[in-house]
Each structure stands twice: as C-alpha cells, then as structure tokens.
C-alpha cells in the first residue's frame, strides 16, 4: 500500500516536469506581424554643404495597420549632375561632420517602429517628377513591437517642387512583416517551480503516512 501511494505521488511529479520542460521550448516562436500602407509624402531636402543634403521626410497613411499611421524619418543624400540620389542615414560617409545620425519612427501612439532607411531616386528635372525605392531596417520597437525586427521594402513616387529647400510630394508603398520574440520563461524559474511542487508533494503524502500509523 505504500509503494503504491508513493507511485501515485512519483507519476504526476515526473510528467509535470516534462510538460513545463515542454511548455519553454514552445515558447521561443516569434509573433509575425505582416504590414503594408499606402502613405502620403512630404520630402523637404536642404542642402548642407556641397552636393550633400539634409533629408526629412513625413508619411501620413489612411491604411496602415497597427496604429502606424505615421511615419517621420531624417537622412541624408547626395545627388550626381544626372539626377540620381543616394541616401545613407550617417552623413559622416557623404564626408559631412557634425550632423546627427538618421533614423525613422513609425506610430505616434502605443505602437512603435525604430530604424534607419536605405534607399535610392532619381528626379526627372524635365517634368518634375521623382522615383524612389529602397528598405527599411526595422531594429526595435514599442507596444506589441517591443524587441521586433523587420526590413520592410518602400517604393515611392513624387512630384519635385525646386527651391533653397527642394520639396517632393508624393504616395510611397511601405510592405514586409515584423518579428517579435515572444517572452521566455527563465529554465531556471520552471526548475524551482518544479522542486518546489516537488517537496509539497512528498511532505503531503510524508504527513498522510504519518496519519495512517496513528489510526493503525
């Protein structure tokens, strides 16, 4: 009768530690967020010192999911005498000091997307008109994106307005998916967990053995 008793404390003990065992390795998947938006452009792209510009850019989107509806970024380009931007987010590699490195937030709200762009245009000076493609290097987040990491493509097309500050307004398609890992319960933790139902486990059935020779 105690052999049995202790089998029947021994058994459940056993497969609780594997399924929680089990449970940690199932949770290391990654959440995959898919995304795309339709945004509004304004580019406005000042010159800062020879044929190197300062490049801000806002996108307002009707569409976009996850409540990154709006996009603000800052970068740098270079244009050659053909029309052809070059964009890089450190202005350092243009040969410019003493300018802050760019970046680009998505979401104003709960939701958040931090990285840099890389990308490339070209303006047609005929008819005023501009195209542009490149990536987006997503390296954390906010909200649900806390940890994600993505590179998104973009596509965009503007129309140019010349000036001391050249403006370009147009529509850009932003698409791809975000990954978030998933929080990971310390091995640790699960460990003491089990060791602990462990020692409740045989100081109940150690109390009923105790209780069974008293009534005998």
């Given at each position: 009768m105690?052999?049995?008793?202790?089998?029947?404390?021994?058994?459940?003990?056993?497969?609780?530690?594997?399924?929680?065992?089990?449970?940690?390795?199932?949770?290391t998947?990654?959440?995959?967020?898919?995304f795309?938006?339709?945004y509004?452009?304004?580019?406005n792209?000042?010159?800062?010192s020879?044929?190197?510009?300062?490049?801000?850019?806002?996108?307002?989107?009707d569409?976009?999911?996850?409540?990154?509806?709006?996009?603000?970024?800052l970068?740098y380009?270079?244009?050659?005498?053909?029309?052809?931007?070059?964009?890089?987010?450190?202005?350092?590699?243009?040969?410019?000091?003493?300018?802050?490195?760019?970046?680009?937030?998505?979401?104003d709200?709960d939701?958040?997307?931090?990285?840099?762009?890389?990308?490339?245009?070209?303006?047609?000076?005929d008819?005023?008109?501009?195209?542009?493609?490149?990536?987006?290097?997503?390296?954390?987040?906010?909200?649900?994106?806390?940890n994600?990491?993505?590179?998104?493509l973009?596509?965009?097309?503007?129309?140019v307005?010349?000036?001391?500050?050249?403006?370009?307004?147009?529509?850009?398609?932003?698409?791809g998916?975000?990954?978030?890992?998933?929080?990971?319960p310390?091995?640790?933790?699960?460990?003491g967990?089990?060791?602990?139902?462990?020692?409740?486990?045989v100081?109940?059935f150690?109390?009923?053995?105790?209780t069974?020779?008293k009534?005998?």
């Amino acid at each position: 009768m105690m052999l049995h008793s202790l089998r029947m404390w021994i058994v459940p003990l056993v497969l609780t530690s594997v399924s929680l065992c089990s449970n940690v390795s199932r949770a290391t998947a990654k959440t995959i967020y898919p995304f795309i938006g339709n945004y509004r452009t304004t580019v406005n792209i000042t010159p800062i010192s020879g044929n190197v510009s300062q490049v801000f850019e806002v996108g307002l989107s009707d569409d976009a999911p996850y409540d990154l509806g709006l996009y603000k970024g800052l970068t740098y380009s270079v244009i050659d005498n053909k029309g052809n931007l070059t964009f890089n987010n450190n202005p350092e590699v243009f040969g410019v000091q003493g300018f802050p490195l760019g970046y680009i937030v998505f979401g104003d709200g709960d939701n958040k997307l931090f990285g840099t762009s890389d990308a490339s245009a070209s303006v047609n000076f005929d008819n005023l008109t501009a195209k542009g493609s490149g990536i987006v290097n997503i390296t954390g987040g906010k909200g649900i994106f806390k940890n994600g990491i993505s590179t998104l493509l973009f596509s965009e097309e503007d129309i140019v307005n010349l000036g001391s500050t050249t403006t370009l307004n147009g529509l850009a398609l932003v698409s791809g998916s975000i990954e978030v890992p998933q929080e990971v319960p310390e091995p640790t933790t699960i460990m003491g967990a089990v060791v602990a139902f462990g020692g409740l486990a045989v100081g109940s059935f150690a109390k009923r053995k105790r209780t069974a020779r008293k009534q005998h």
